[in-house]
């Protein structure tokens, strides 16, 4: 008799505990409920109207998404923090970096193509990202290519200090057909060379040749690609067409596997290329950026110049 007694004491101290148990989980509940009542409250309130005023800017579907990022008053930038006239390697090598910043964040992007203070980003028209909103795109992209271009200054600058934080503007172009983006493409491309062999002429005449800016400018005034070359190879020994090709073609990057002595297997990364994109073979080589195939094998050129380019280098330290 008493062990029965003991049993139905410690049934019903078990189920004291269970139903204490159970009403601060009902407590826990109402309190959810109303905050979610509040919150609601909050969301429909009076004020709620304000957002009718925002403007919807999806972009259409099925359409090439071009993001194209321009430094804000660069040559007063270059100037004051001293960069090398025509071309600086560490500050074109910078803008490339914080490109590859931009295309490891977002997966959507077939190819970024840079020279000077610009940088193009192509989508591609299948993209969903941010549910096509224009705003939101071009301000994620300008936002972080601005950010880690400041973030990463020193691993290309050293000790040079970043004197003001550089500023970029952004824009968003839509392309209906493959054969816009290239003809796109094609046009930063040849505005490469246009003003690299412009600038190349200038700087020689102004820092070699002991030209005023005034005089170098007259002296160029009204002349064709042919006599700028012409210049450089009579007057300061230049053959244009030996510079490097990242000073006459910029800077085309794109995902591809890839395998170093340091790599056990293949491995999918951002590679920076300085060749033609106006000629059919490109794309031809590179198939898969418009018809989004997988990335393709690519292979080192075993030259003289350094086998493995900085910027692919700082992705496997990773």
């Known amino acids: 008799m008493h062990n029965r007694l003991f049993i139905i004491k410690s049934r019903l101290s078990v189920c004291k505990t269970l139903c204490h148990s159970l009403q601060l989980k009902q407590k826990s509940i109402d309190v959810i409920r109303r905050n979610l009542r509040t919150s609601s409250k909050m969301a429909n309130s009076k004020f709620d109207y304000v957002r009718s005023f925002e403007t919807d800017d999806k972009i259409l579907p099925n359409v090439w998404i071009v993001v194209r990022i321009d430094g804000k008053a660069f040559h007063k930038f270059s100037k004051e923090h001293q960069f090398d006239k025509p071309n600086d390697d560490r500050g074109l090598n910078l803008m490339s970096h914080a490109a590859m910043s931009v ?4 997966c959507d992007i077939v190819l970024s193509y840079g020279q000077s203070d ?20 071009m301000s994620n992209v300008c936002s972080l290519f601005t950010a880690s271009f400041c973030f990463n200054w020193s691993k ?22 493959d054969q816009n983006l ?21 700087w020689n005449l102004v820092l070699k040749g002991g030209m005023t800016n005034a005089q170098a400018e007259a002296a160029l005034r009204g002349t064709v690609s042919g006599e700028k070359n ?9 053959n244009y067409n030996n510079l490097p090709a990242m000073y006459r073609k910029g800077t085309i990057l794109l995902r591809k596997k890839v395998k170093t002595s340091e790599m056990k297997n293949r491995r999918q990364l951002i ?19 418009l018809d989004k195939k997988p990335s393709q094998n690519y292979e080192f050129e075993k030259t003289v110049e350094e086998l493995i380019p900085k910027l692919v280098q700082l992705q496997i330290e990773k």
């Open 271 to 289: 590679v920076p290329l300085h060749v033609d994109m106006i000629k059919e073979k490109f794309w031809t080589e590179h198939n898969e950026i």
């Open 103 to 106: 295309m490891e964040e977002f």
């Open 182 to 202: 290239k003809d796109y493409l094609s046009w930063r491309q040849a505005d490469v060379h246009i003003n690299n062999l412009y600038n190349t002429a200038f």
């Open 156 to 177: 290309w600058f050293q000790s040079d200090e970043l004197k003001y934080p550089p500023s970029f503007d952004g824009r968003v172009v839509l392309y209906p057909s």
């Open 118 to 137: 610009e940088y193009s980003f192509v989508f591609h028209k299948t993209t969903n990202l941010y549910n096509r909103r224009s705003a939101k795109i």
């Open 230 to 238: 012409e210049l450089l190879f009579s007057k300061f020994g230049i």
